[in-house]
T-cell receptor, first 114, second 116 residues
């Protein structure tokens, strides 16, 4: 089955880089995602990566994928207090019509200290 | 609309009552998904639609849960004879199309259901 694991908490100082890690078990994963959840808000799609890519960069965000080790990471450069939120890793397997059925981790609570 | 809209934002009900949760997807989005998120957990898939057709309902926990999307736009998730264990955040998401950008899911703010 699909199992996505994340560490539950991460604390950093404002201006430092944050690295949130995720491991997954399904070798047929096609897309891997990072979502951000702020209190009272919906899940915001931050970025996603196709499984044949190793890296994707988008402004302050860098996603690294090690498909061999089934390890995904999200690096946030110059972390700001506004980045404090819960970050969810998710994956979707390659099973044709089920694209869009995401399997989520439990989320990593990122706390940024001023 | 500008984003996925869900109503009500909060729903408190007594055990045994039926509830209906509404989702209005982004205009033009073909696919619509329902997820449930318990406290401290990530969202879990319930069911999804392409247009008005329910493609996969394997995530619905039991037959008290049902969903419909009769005109291929707004969807309703109905829970009959609610139980305390149904308390959770219910999230709806939509994506652009069956074949185009299907992998991009946009979530609403959710309906927080509390069953007393």
């Amino acid at each position: 089955g699909e199992d996505v694991e994340q560490s539950l908490f991460l604390s950093v100082r404002e201006g430092d880089s944050s690295v949130i890690n995720c491991t997954y078990t399904d070798s047929s994963s096609t897309y891997l995602y990072w979502y951000k959840q702020e209190p009272g808000a919906g899940l915001q799609l931050l970025t996603y990566i196709f499984s044949n890519m190793d890296m994707k960069q988008d402004q302050r965000l860098t996603v690294l994928l090690n498909k061999k080790d089934k390890h995904l990471s999200l690096r946030i450069a110059d972390t700001q207090t506004g980045d404090s939120a819960i970050y969810f890793c998710a994956e979707t397997p390659d099973r044709g019509s089920t694209l869009g059925r995401l399997y989520f981790g439990r989320g990593t609570q990122l706390t940024v200290w001023p | 609309g500008a984003g996925v809209s869900q109503s009500p934002r909060y729903k408190v009900t007594k055990r045994g009552q039926d509830v209906a949760l509404r989702c209005d997807p982004i205009s033009g989005h073909v696919s619509l998904y329902w997820y449930r998120q318990a406290l401290g957990q990530g969202p879990e898939f319930l069911t999804y639609f392409n247009y008005e057709a329910q493609q996969d309902k394997s995530g619905l926990p039991n037959d008290r849960f049902s969903a419909e999307r009769p005109e291929g736009s707004i969807s309703t998730l109905t829970i009959q004879r609610t139980e305390q264990r149904d308390s959770a955040m219910y999230r709806c998401a939509s994506s652009p199309g069956q074949k185009v950008k299907r992998e991009k899911l946009f979530f609403g703010s959710g309906t927080q259901l509390s069953v007393l």
